[in-house]
């Protein structure tokens, strides 16, 4: 049967890719290809810049007010169709239904902060800087800004950009992955629907092909990505070496530190979604648990009691608890990390190696695996797996926590489960990490705040989305005014001026 050819969407429409390359778009649950989606070549996504600096002048003149009403008409759309893009991005992803709906809400939540917008690109007045001299900054719109998301939230993560930029006036190139594209199309479509001008909003899906187009091209004025560490990295310094503004948040190790005085059950509970929700496939999600103290035993007993009730299955099946993993090639380098665990010599709780999903024969499942015992030099702690392997390393006290907690090179979120305010402020000040959680397992800051890593798992100066996002997208321009009377004008002089 012939699959869905999916097109660009450039200038305000569908448009058909000029490329010869192809990708299969994949349902994890099945292993079937449920579409084709193009890698768009270099013309095409120079069309899609083209597109968006033609746009440029009329969307920066666009009263902020206006720019805002038409994203509170797309937030409206979001509401009406939230149940299709949470379809989409479960499909294509393989996520729960609920999950995946959970996901676009935090998206919506981001445009909503957008709206805002106006009030927040108000900047600065201060009156009598120097005698007769005013001085006001604004924050102006920087031109085609571009995004490159990963496949792990087809929508939510683009919704951490391009609603951010547009509002501050600025137009915008996606590139999501060619693995998860048909929520970025679809919102495409629906911001046309609120009235945004053709060629505001681009997606071009593709590769690497796409990724160096808008890296290398000089119209693209700042680059935001998420994806993998050496991605991000990669994407940093080519940005920054054609000279553009550059956010690059990359992969994740977030350990979960639990003392010995926590609420056990809670504690489990919480640990138990933050590891194996949306199959670990999450930045934020738990993979190491560090044990300190004498709560080891009963901890992981706790925690492996509930992993074997979970249920594994299609993400749209009432019930599921854990979908597939995004690709064979991602489930079968999963399943090589569990084997070196287990060559590495950490002790293997449960296996999820061989789990058979009835009905599901070529989907690419795993169960919830557990590992304890684990040490800092084992591949399994060293790298990120991004799948449901949770490992558990066992430390004496609270230092030697925070010293393993700060001597990895990720740093994107972390949390502490503990009954002690004293430790927990101790561990909020002197944690290397860029989101904290005081038992709130999955920190993910709200869309009003702003959200990004440390270290390995940030590239880049500023986070995105909050105060930041807005940073990100603008530059200040700061003016002095004088308006003498004639009779107070004074002779020109060539020393620097001093005003006051
Ligand atoms: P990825 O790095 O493989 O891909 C991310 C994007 O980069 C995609 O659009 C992809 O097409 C593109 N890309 C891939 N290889 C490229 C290359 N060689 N050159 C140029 N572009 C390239 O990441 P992924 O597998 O899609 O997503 C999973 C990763 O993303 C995990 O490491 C996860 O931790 C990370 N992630 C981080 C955050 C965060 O906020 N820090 C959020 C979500 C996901």
Redesign the pocket.
Known sequence: MAKTILPLWIDGRHTKSNSSRFSEVTNPASGEVIRHVPLSSRTDVEAAIAAAKAAFPGWRDTTPLRRSRILNKFRELLETHRTELAQLASEEHGKTLEDAAGSVQRGIEVVEFAVGAPHLLKGEHAENVGRGVDCHSMLQPIGVCAG??????PAM?PM?MFPVAIACGNTFVL?????VPSCSLRMAELLKEAGLPDGVFNVV????E???TL?EHSDVRAIS????????K??YETAARYGKRIQA????KNHAVVLSDAPLDFTADAIMGAAYGSAG?????ISAVVAVGDIADALVAKLSARAEKLVVGPGDKKGVDMGPV?SVQ?RDKIIGYIASGVQQGAKLVMDGRNIKVAGHEKGFFIGPTLFDDVSTGMTIYKE?I?GPVLIVLRVANLDEAINLVNANPYA?GTAIFTASGAAARRFQNEIEVGMVGINVPIPVPMAFFS???WKS??FGDLH?HGMEGIYFYTRTKAITTRWPEVAERSASTLTMPTLS
């Not at 490159?148 to 939230?153: A, K, R």
């Not at 990505?225 to 991000?232: E, I, L, Q, Y």
Request: aromatic content about 14%; hydrophobic content about 45%.
């Open positions: 490159i998301t990963p496949f792990n939230f993560v951490w590139k999501p992955s060619e693995k899906p593709g590769d690497k796409a990724v160096d890296l990505f998420v994806g993998s560490t050496p991605v991000a990669y994407i948040l990359g992969g994740a496939e999450r930045c934020m999600a995004i991602h990120e991004f994107n959200f990004g890593g798992s940030l995105m």
